[in-house]
């Protein structure tokens, strides 16, 4: 499964967490709200009563027919939100606001806040309980500005998520600074660089990992040397007595008579070559998984090429076919020993395990792919699997070290280019193909 991103993880749930939290808030602030809104309603409804209680009873108290209803009138028609009633203690309605509806009030006046389905009424008494006032309020209103608050309370949190988020991966990507420049010096390496890695500034979780990444890269590259120089040296303390061993045993059949030790001796030679051939590509291998494969400045492929094919040319036969692109120049960056080496292998490869009757087609296009393609029966697909593995050979009746493809893939890898086989090759029904595609550089 393939794992998030640190900068995203902390940057959604630093903001899910503080969209979380402004909800808490949000409906706790509304809650209070909500309550201080009733108090301050209820509140204009008793101080409303109050007001107009004494009011009511003067007007009574001057009628000629203090009995009879009457409706106050306004002074301009609107709608109200405070109706009232007044009536006397059997509920005969003496005095009601112009927009009042007897229906929405309680039967018998009485005094105190009540509620109703969908009104909020208070009343209060005066003369000594035969008068009431009732104030009646629509529950609607108050439940409107409840949503006006709310909305008032949630409105701003539309904007604070983007902000939020916007914010909050600035300031990770801020704070993870270090370890994004330490990502990408580790992305940045080559497949052979094993210095310490450095940057400055990690966090301290972060930081004991670097340093133990530096350690075991220290280690790695202490056990690598050693491997490599005890490949290099015995391959090197070898040669000059191998040398001296094959001029002996060639000697040796120079002035043996024809017989069995003619026979032994030419076997023992035989040997001895294999050996120094061994010998030739362990310090092939040993420069391989060294340092030193790529160049200082771009090297032109093309006359590096054409001098390797002409090599070969004189010592094989002329079975190398080379072809080149229309373009004069092709750059990249491999250094031209190891790309000597590579085209060795390479060549080597094809003239040994293929057909013989057959050239070997060398090419290389203006977009730095080199392409080895030899003749002969195709490679079975898990024997191709496997070909660029250390002393790993295709027939296993030709002779031969099983080194040569794999000191190519490593020559590959070493300066970041890709070392592809395929058989049949490209465009054929048989054949064995080997493409090395290198990073292209401009000069």
Known sequence: MKSSSLQKRLGLGLTLGMTLLWLGATVGAWLVVQHELNEAFDSALEETAQRILPLAVLEISNREEPA??????????????????????????????????????????????????????????????????????????????????????????????????????LFVRISLRSVLAYRRAVEARGVGDLSPIKVAQLPAEIDPLADAVNHLLERLRKALEAERSFTANSAHELRTPLAATLAQIQRLRHEAPDGPLQVRAAKIESALRALARLSEKLMQLAKAEGGGLLSEAPQDLIPLLAHGVDEWNHSSGHRVELQLPAQPHVYSAIDPDAFGILLRNLIENALKYGAADQPVEVSLTGDALLRVINGGPAVPESVLQHLTERFVRGHSEISGSGLGLAISKTIAQGVGATLTLASPATGRKEGFEVSVQFCAHGQ
Do not use: C
Not at 86 to 109: C, T, W, Y
Not at 115 to 143: D, M, N, Q, V
Not at 159 to 168: E, F, H, K, R, Y
């Open 68 to 169: 009879e209803a009457q409706h106050i009138a306004t002074l301009k028609m609107h709608k109200e939100y405070l109706t009232y009633l007044v009536r006397d203690a059997k509920g005969e309605i003496l005095m009601q606001s112009h927009d009042a509806n007897p229906k929405i009030f309680n039967q018998q006046p009485s005094e105190g806040f009540t509620t109703t389905e969908k009104y909020r009424l208070y009343g209060a008494s005066a003369l000594r309980g035969t008068l009431f006032i009732e104030i009646a309020e629509p529950l609607g209103h108050r439940r409107e500005a409840a949503r006006e608050a709310l909305f008032a309370l949630l409105l701003p949190l539309l904007a604070l998520i983007p902000i939020s988020l916007l914010g909050t991966w």
